[in-house]
């Protein structure tokens, strides 16, 4: 009768990401970026999906950007969150990357994270 909604939600879930990996793939000169919010904070990691390998990661659990915002999962975290993978990106001499919102829409929070990463210098 009544599906279980949670089983429900994975599945679409799923289905949007596989749909959105399909058009995206990083390399070791082009990572790609990839965007997890969970409900108290927000994780990105640059990959390289060619040796399927973490480059750089960073994420608003990490005590320095915990003092410099107030809540770590406003649009402000992100901001900084992304201002902060740029620089680390940067140190590893990348400046071109692929950004991958996974199953989230592309505003709100993401679009000002990856704004940052623009602002930073990071083409994409």
């Not at 649009?75 to 001499?93: W, Y």
Request: proline share 2%.
């Amino acid at each position: 009768m009544h599906k279980d909604k949670s089983e429900t939600r994975k599945k679409v879930k799923a289905r949007i990401r596989k749909r959105v990996r399909a058009k995206i793939w990083g390399s070791a000169e082009r990572p790609r970026v990839f965007v997890f919010k969970s409900n108290r904070y927000i994780y990105v990691q640059a990959v390289n999906d060619e040796n399927g390998t973490v480059l750089v990661s960073a994420c608003t659990l990490e005590k320095a950007l915990k003092e410099k915002v107030k809540n770590t999962k406003n649009k402000d975290a992100c901001q900084s969150l992304g201002q902060v993978l740029a620089e680390r990106l940067k140190e590893k001499k990348i400046e071109r990357i692929v950004f991958d919102r996974g199953t989230y829409p592309y505003h709100g929070r993401v679009k000002t994270l990856a704004d940052a990463l623009r602002k930073g210098g990071l083409a994409f």
